[in-house]
Every structure is written in structure tokens, then in C-alpha cells.
């Protein structure tokens, strides 16, 4: 090799390889795409991002990241080519020889340094930006038009979306690059050592047959035969990643509940039981594990078992022609280089089986959040037509997924300051029928016409109160203000022992009783002095006298405010001037106060 001329031949095979990569890469990525399931779930979660008509950076930023990895190869090749260059001189005791290969790979690996760099910073600069993208897009899509809530309707209901979103992504974009990457390098690098291969390869006697170069031919034997066996043995990996993402989420999920539901756990007394449960889970994931092992054991033993033979082979061919001094102990090491770098190249798909099979496994879960996300889009919704001041059901029916009916053809009508007390027996639809009002359930017909946005208000029984400070809390989902109301509304609420933790940031879901919480929630609605507010027994946890002075304090504060209610004491009456019975089967009954 001539150096003085290396870097004018770098830059021109680096000018011919880098077009010629971009559109055999996108070729094999449309290909994929076309003819493979999983090439179609990358194209779906991908694409949204390379797409050119949303921004051209992602593309040139990947470009940038297939230049440097092709200037990775050229830096082996050169490394190889040195290699033979500094044993000849060692080989050949010549020493202006062996010290000008000396300042060569000071040249060289000053670059490989910057390069490797340089790189590392390009990859994961890339990673963290279309992670960035990509959640923020998934995210956007859980949140609009509420599927976080809808997908509970779907047929296949997604587990652990939280997971999906968090750990899946990062997964899919690590492992999206790692492996595109990859494979072009061991495309590029097969070709260009297979060159090198070529030309140090001598002939090589089978059963009496000369074979010339017989080192090239024989590697691509050894790694696809090698390769055949090493798919079929790791093929169940897939399905055990798979396993072990979903018993790993449940498990972790079963955890998360003990600690939300900790105090109503301790007053049953329910230990045992918890500890079987996470017990049975944890020994699922055990389980798993133990078969990710064994399998993993036998794909990994096949794999250093070939690799480690690919070691001495091409010493073992090459040395007869070295003893006979046809060629230099510098070839016989760029042989055996030139030999790794081809049987790496072949083995990437056979050593990559067992991430890809992971991959898989994160292209299936996040595909499926994608599928539950879509097809809670495509149930029905009721969009209630904004009215002020006035709640209006036209012809409202409402029944279960199954279709049985809950309520039929249900007629009302309530003005400014009226209140609709909704009893009937447990179980027989009357939270169903809030949720069909607000808009939530999807098996409903008819008209609902009431105040909407911030004009209407929802306190259901349990209520909730989000990460923040007590005043956050109180104007949820507005931004809290400093005017003093809300000192005001907690002292008249008889929750005057709050005022001075207004400000302070907890988790207040689990520090205020359910009764607290619950007059906390009626302190949001003298804030908020909605046009119509619905309560599902929202006074549950008050004892009768609390709940007296509670509704008696919104029929004094808001007396223009429709309150609609759900619950069963007798007592509630008083503060309602209808009443809405619910008879079962989708009969009604509606009576005066």
C-alpha cells in the first residue's frame, strides 16, 4: 500500500461508498417494509419521524451517522493493511521500515481516536433526540381524545402503558440504530475484507481437488451453516423476551398497588394473601428467567464455540504457505484479520439473534399500544352540545358492552339552580349514566346538552388529587392563583387546618383521609363555580352531618349552579328538587324532590 496516497483514496472510496450505502439502505428498509410484519411495525413507529415533509434534520443526522460508520470500516481496512506492513518489517529486521509503520499508526489512531468520538456523540445525540420525539408523540396520542381512559373499552386492553411508553421506546430506538447500523456495517465490511481475502488466499487441496482461494469460499460455508443452526436454536427467544417484558410489568404493577392500596391492605389484614400474588407473579418471571438462561446457554455456547474455532483457522490454512515462505507472517496477520472481520460480518445476523429477538418482542408492544390507542379512536362518543345555564337528555340510551340496556330513552330537563338527585340499587348504572353525560362511555345514543369545558365540573367519589402543592390541587387543571380564595374556601370547607400547608408540595392522595379529600374536592367547586356540577357520591366518606353542612354550603354558595348527584342516603333529598330512579333493564322513574 502506498500511504503517501491513502488519504486521496479514502476520500474517494468513502465519495462512492456513502451514495451507494443511502440507497442500498433504503432499499433494504423499503424491502422490509413491504415484504415483512415486522418491517412494517418499525416503518409505522419510525417513519412519522424521517418523514422529509415534517424535517429534513433526522435524516442528515442519520446520513452523518452512516458516513462515519463507513469511515469505520475504512479505518479497519487501513489497520489491517498496517498490520501487514509492520510484522513484514519486524519479520524482515528492517528498521526504517518498522519505525515509518510506527509514525503511520500515530496517523491512524489519532483518527480512529476523533472518529470513535465523534461517532459516539453523533449515535447518542440521534438516539436522545427521536427518543425525545417519539415519546412526546406516543404520549400525545395517549392523552388526546382521552385514550388513556377509552382503551379500558377496547377488545385487546393494553397492560402496563406506562411501561410502553417509558422503557419500550428507549428500547426500540437504541436497538433501531444498533442494528441498522450494524448490518451495514457488516455489509460494507464483508465486502471490502472479502477483497483482502481474495487477494492473500492461496489454493487449497479437498479430497484431492484444488480449490483456489479456498480461504473466501470456505468462510462463507463455515458462517452460513453456522448461521442456520444458530437461528433455529435461538428462535424461541423471541417469544421468551416477549414473556418476560409482560411478567416482569405485571409483577411490578402488583407491587405498585400494595403500595397504593397499603392502608386498606392493612386494616383486612390481607398479607398472605398479597404475598401469594406477588409470590406467583415474581415465580412467572423466575420461571421465565430460568428458560431465558437455558436458552440463552445453548445460543451462546454455539456462538463462541464458532467463534472461537474462527480464531486459528486461517493460521491453520496459511501456515503451510508461510513455512514454505510463499508469503510474509504480515500476510498470514492481515489473513487472519481480513479472515475475523469476514466471519464477523457474516456471523452479525447469528450473533444478533438474541437482541433482535428482544426487538421483536418491543416492536410487538408498542405497536400494540398503538393499535389500542387507535381503536378507542374509532369507538363511538357522544359529544355533548354545549348549552349555558341548562341540562338537556333527549332520547339518552345507555347499556353495557354487551348490550344490555341500563337506561332507555331517558327524557330530562333542568335549568339554572334546579338539582337531580339519581338513586337505584348498586350495580344498576347510575355512575354509568355520569359517564354517558360527560361524554366518557362509549355504548350510549341520544342528545345530552349541558355546559361544557370549565362550565361543568365532575367530583367522583374518590377524588383526585395530583403530585404538587395543596393550592395545585385545589384549581386542578387550571393554574392556581395567590388571591386568598382558596384560604377562604378550605376554612368554610372545615378544612381550616390546611390554610398554612397550601404551598407545601406532597403527595396529598395518600397524606388526606377520603373524607378530606372529598370536602376538598367540594372546596374545587366554590372555586371554580361551575354551571352544572356532578357529584357521584361524592359525600360518601362524610358522616350525615358533614354532608349536611357540605351540600347546604354549595346550594348556598352556588345558587345558579344545576347540581346532579348520585347517592343513597334518604337524607340528600332535601337538597334536590328531582329525583331520577333507576328500576333496572333500562327503566326510569322520575319524580319531584
Not at 448461521?227 to 428462535?235: D, K
Request: include cysteine; charge should be neutral; glycine fraction near 8%.
Amino acid at each position: 500500500m502506498d500511504w503517501s496516497n491513502e488519504l486521496i483514496d479514502s476520500l474517494t472510496w468513502l465519495a462512492i461508498a456513502f451514495p451507494l450505502c443511502i440507497v442500498g439502505l433504503a432499499a433494504v428498509l423499503a424491502g422490509l417494509a413491504h415484504h415483512t410484519a415486522w418491517g412494517r411495525q418499525v416503518r409505522r413507529l419510525a417513519w412519522p419521524y424521517f418523514q422529509p415533509g415534517r424535517s429534513w434534520v433526522p435524516l442528515a443526522w442519520l446520513a452523518l451517522i452512516v458516513l462515519f460508520t463507513l469511515l469505520s470500516v475504512r479505518m479497519n481496512v487501513l489497520f489491517s493493511y498496517w498490520y501487514n506492513g509492520f510484522y513484514s518489517a519486524m519479520q524482515a529486521l528492517d528498521a526504517a521500515a518498522f519505525w515509518f509503520m510506527l509514525g503511520v499508526f500515530g496517523v491512524l489512531a489519532t483518527l480512529h481516536v476523533l472518529r470513535a468520538l465523534l461517532a459516539f456523540y453523533l449515535r447518542q445525540a440521534f438516539m436522545i433526540r427521536w427518543r425525545v420525539w417519539l415519546t412526546e408523540a406516543l404520549m400525545a396520542r395517549w392523552l388526546d381524545k382521552q385514550a388513556y381512559y377509552r382503551t379500558h373499552h377496547v377488545a385487546q386492553a393494553i397492560d402496563n402503558p406506562d411501561q410502553r411508553v417509558q422503557q419500550d421506546v428507549d428500547s426500540f430506538v437504541t436497538s433501531s440504530l444498533t442494528l441498522s447500523m450494524g448490518l451495514l456495517d457488516a455489509v460494507v465490511s464483508l465486502f471490502s475484507f472479502t477483497l483482502i481475502l481474495w487477494t492473500l488466499s492461496g489454493a487449497l487441496a479437498v479430497f484431492g481437488v484444488e480449490v483456489p482461494r479456498a480461504m473466501v469460499f470456505l468462510v462463507y460455508l463455515y458462517v452460513i451453516v453456522a448461521t442456520v443452526f444458530a437461528v433455529r436454536i435461538g428462535r424461541p427467544l423471541v417469544g421468551l423476551s416477549f414473556l418476560n417484558e409482560r411478567f416482569n410489568a405485571s409483577f411490578r404493577y402488583a407491587l405498585i398497588r400494595l403500595r397504593e392500596y397499603g392502608e386498606s391492605i392493612a386494616f383486612f389484614r390481607g398479607e398472605a394473601v398479597e404475598r401469594k400474588t406477588l409470590a406467583g407473579r415474581f415465580a412467572d418471571v423466575i420461571a421465565n428467567s430460568w428458560a431465558i438462561v437455558f436458552r440463552s446457554l445453548k445460543f451462546q455456547g454455539f456462538n463462541l464455540t464458532v467463534s472461537q474455532i474462527a480464531v486459528v483457522f486461517p493460521f491453520i490454512v496459511q501456515a503451510p504457505r508461510l513455512l514454505s515462505k510463499e508469503i510474509t507472517l504480515g500476510d498470514v496477520i492481515q489473513t487472519a484479520q481480513a479472515f475475523g472481520q469476514v466471519e464477523e460480518a457474516l456471523s452479525f445476523f447469528r450473533t444478533s439473534y438474541d437482541e433482535f429477538a428482544s426487538y421483536r418482542a418491543v416492536l410487538d408492544r408498542l405497536t400494540g399500544f398503538l393499535d389500542a390507542v387507535e381503536e378507542a379512536g374509532q369507538l363511538p362518543v357522544l359529544a355533548p352540545t354545549p348549552e349555558q345555564g341548562r341540562l338537556s337528555l333527549q332520547g339518552l340510551s345507555v347499556r353495557k358492552p354487551a348490550g344490555e340496556a341500563l337506561v332507555s330513552d331517558l327524557a330530562l330537563e333542568l335549568q339554572a339552580g334546579d338539582a337531580l338527585l339519581i338513586r337505584g340499587p348498586s350495580g344498576i348504572g347510575k355512575t354509568t349514566l355520569l359517564r354517558a353525560i360527560a361524554g366518557l362511555w362509549p355504548y350510549v345514543e341520544g342528545r345530552v346538552g349541558r355546559p361544557v369545558e370549565r362550565a361543568a365540573l365532575f367530583l367522583p367519589q374518590k377524588p383526585y388529587l395530583p403530585l404538587g402543592s395543596l393550592r395545585t390541587a385545589l384549581y386542578y387543571p387550571e393554574p392556581p392563583a395567590e388571591d386568598g380564595r382558596a384560604e377562604g374556601v378550605l376554612r368554610v370547607c372545615q378544612l381550616a387546618n390546611l390554610v398554612g400547608r397550601l404551598d407545601e408540595q406532597a403527595d396529598w392522595g395518600r397524606i388526606l383521609s377520603l373524607g378530606e379529600q372529598q370536602r376538598l374536592a367540594i372546596a374545587r367547586a366554590l372555586l371554580v363555580q361551575p354551571e352544572i356540577v356532578f357529584l357521584d357520591e361524592a359525600s360518601s366518606a362524610m358522616d350525615e352531618g358533614l354532608e349536611h353542612a357540605m351540600y347546604g354550603l354549595l346550594r348556598e354558595s352556588l345558587p345558579n349552579t344545576i347540581i346532579v348527584s348520585v347517592g343513597h342516603r334518604s337524607s340528600l333529598g332535601a337538597f334536590h328538587t328531582r329525583t331520577l330512579e333507576l328500576l333496572g333493564e333500562g327503566r326510569w322513574r322520575l319524580m319531584p324532590g
